[in-house]
């Protein structure tokens, strides 16, 4: 898979921008705060409909304009224009100048592999972090599990919100709170299954990954869920024993939003044993495992997004990353200086010079 061209209006501090890219290896260089990550932010908006970084999705609106577009064509088995505005009050998304009704429907078409100064932080961050990680990859794979997520958090919204009416009013009726327990159990259930899966698929890549890196086979990925081989009986039983705790909290205290998965190195959390070096290495395994996964399972090669990493790691480190890609996988690294880059990334490869919302490209010739 491959994006083409982008196109911009009003996005960051874009006002108008119109590149066509290599089918291979992008660059994109200028110093910081001049528009970088702002570009592939922007391919990145194309696929999801919304950003990486910020809360609020009408933060990509360029300051006192009141939308933004990103257009661009992708190149798959067919090629297809996709297009998203983004206005304060909402977004709109078409395909091939055809308005899509459903975001659920435009997603998960143009697959992308974004890997960022942030994810370097994966292992030792907050388990919110990994599980977005691994919602963002399944959303990809599956519309379906996508669609669960979305109920489920409904649900659960729904459920604390009735656990505070329970706390105030102790006469109001535990029948609805069973209701909507059964629907979490219900839909937690078939998230489960998804996430089990997928993280024992990527985990057979990131050893595989790790192997390569630094010849030792033994790391894994291992995913801790209340949910882990439960039946529903069990589970009700579960949430029964957690009901008063629950009403008191005001929350739900059990389920797939407290999921976690956790990297283990000869059977060592690398969270509370890897040096820091170990656990950049495990990141790079694990990112590099989403392309395989997509690869092999999925049948498509994402775009590879390769964000700020070049400050962040030594030389060392970004071989290892190098040694992943292939002349097949479309990729966009930014960075502040050429001198930071491999000679066999930079051969060949397209070079967009940035300055404050303007682009410049060339080739790289040496
Ligand atoms: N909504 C917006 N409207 C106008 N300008 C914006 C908007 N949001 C961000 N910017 C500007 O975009 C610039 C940041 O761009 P970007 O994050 O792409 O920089 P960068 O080149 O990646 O820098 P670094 O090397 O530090 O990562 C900032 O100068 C910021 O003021
Ligand atoms: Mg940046």
Do not use: W
């Amino acid at each position: 898979m491959r994006i083409l061209n982008l196109k911009l209006l009003n996005f960051r501090n874009y006002a108008k921008l119109d590149i066509h890219f290599n089918p291979e290896k992008n660059i994109i260089i200028g110093q910081n705060g001049m528009g970088k990550t702002n570009i592939v932010e922007a391919i990145y908006v194309l696929a999801f409909t919304k950003s990486f970084r910020g809360s609020k999705e009408d933060v990509v609106i360029k300051n006192n304009c009141d939308l933004a577009r990103v257009e661009g064509t992708i190149q798959d088995k067919y090629t297809n224009d996709y297009k998203v505005i983004i206005k304060e009050n909402g977004k709109k998304v078409k395909i091939n100048n055809t308005n899509i009704d459903k975001i659920s429907d435009y997603l998960s078409k143009i697959n992308i592999v974004l890997f960022n100064s942030e994810d370097l932080k994966l292992i030792k961050d907050t388990p919110n972090t990994r599980r977005k990680l691994i919602n963002i990859e399944l959303s990809q794979f599956s519309n379906e599990y996508l669609k669960y997520l979305t109920y489920y958090n409904k649900v659960l919204k729904q459920r604390n919100m009735y656990l505070k009416t329970l706390y105030i009013n102790s006469m109001a009726s535990v029948d609805y709170l069973h209701i909507l327990t059964n629907q979490l159990i219900e839909l937690g259930l078939k998230i489960n299954t998804y996430r089990r899966d997928f993280i024992a698929q990527i985990s057979e890549y990131v050893t595989e990954n790790y192997f390569k890196i630094t010849g030792n086979s033994h790391l894994k990925l291992i995913y801790k869920s209340d949910f882990n081989d439960q039946s529903k009986e069990e589970l009700l039983k579960k949430y029964q024993k957690e009901e008063k705790h629950d009403i008191m909290l005001g929350k739900t205290n059990i389920g797939i939003h407290r999921d976690d998965y956790e990297f283990q190195l000869d059977d060592y959390n690398l969270r509370d044993y890897g040096s820091e070096g170990e656990q950049k290495n495990a990141i790079i395994a694990l990112k590099m495992a989403e392309i395989g996964v997509f690869r092999e399972q999925k049948g498509v090669i994402p775009i590879l997004i390769l964000d700020d990493l070049f400050s962040e790691l030594d030389e060392e480190k970004i071989n290892n990353i190098i040694k992943f890609i292939e002349s097949d996988i479309q990729t966009f690294v930014t960075t502040t200086e050429l001198d930071k880059i491999n000679e066999s990334l930079k051969k060949g490869s397209s070079i967009f010079k940035v300055s404050n919302g303007t682009v410049e490209e060339s080739v790289y010739e040496k």
